[in-house]
């Protein structure tokens, strides 16, 4: 594990985030928002609400900002989220999950909670100085965000589908070359 549990989660739950912006957008709908809720085995106030699903895709290109951000810029947008939302970190332990961190209260926005709980994840990868693990897809006509969490740093396409892609494209590259 590159950093700890929880902030893998938020990270694997942001970067998720930023790409349903990537056409076709894929956080169309209220059941999709509920749907990304269970999937990333989120806690607390879920309004199930259009108005939600409005705060939470307006979110989008400020976690696209921060999570694709240089070091530094990040640090300013950390700083700035976190002083704006009143983060104040606690240590919780619910639902089966060991201590981890939660930095505003659990009736919060949705939005709220995942722009606070991203930019604590982010204090992680900033003072680790591993904002590499964050990168763009190698697929050039793709935007989707990279998270790599792989010991060996090879992860370089944000879906299965850019990476077989790639790979397709790459295998007629050679066949083109023998003929
Ligand atoms: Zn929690
Ligand atoms: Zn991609």
Redesign the pocket.
């Known amino acids: 594990m590159v950093f700890g549990h ?1 902030t893998e989660a938020s990270l694997v739950a942001a970067v998720a985030l930023a790409n349903s912006a990537e056409p076709p957008d894929t956080l169309g709908t209220v059941a999709a928002l509920d749907e990304y809720y269970v999937e990333h085995a ?3 106030r879920h309004d199930r609400t259009r108005a939600e699903l409005d705060e939470v895709r307006a979110l989008r290109p400020a976690l696209r900002a921060l999570l694709t951000a240089d070091r530094d810029e990040a640090v300013a947008l950390v700083n700035e989220l976190l002083a704006r939302h009143h983060a104040v970190p606690q240590l ?4 089966g ?1 060991d201590w ?3 930095a505003v209260e ?1 009736d919060q926005p949705f939005a709220t909670r995942i722009a606070v709980e991203t930019a604590m994840a982010m204090i992680d990868v900033i003072r680790a100085d591993e904002m590499s693990r964050l990168a763009v897809c190698a697929d050039e006509d793709c935007q989707g965000i990279v998270l790599d969490l792989s010991r060996n740093r090879s992860r370089r396409f944000c879906s299965t589908t850019c990476g077989n892609r790639a790979a397709v494209a790459a295998y007629r590259a050679r066949q083109a070359e023998r003929v």
Do not use: E, T, V
Request: proline share 0%; charged share 25%.
């Open positions: 929880d989120y806690s607390g919780l332990r619910h639902d999950s981890h961190l939660h659990n």
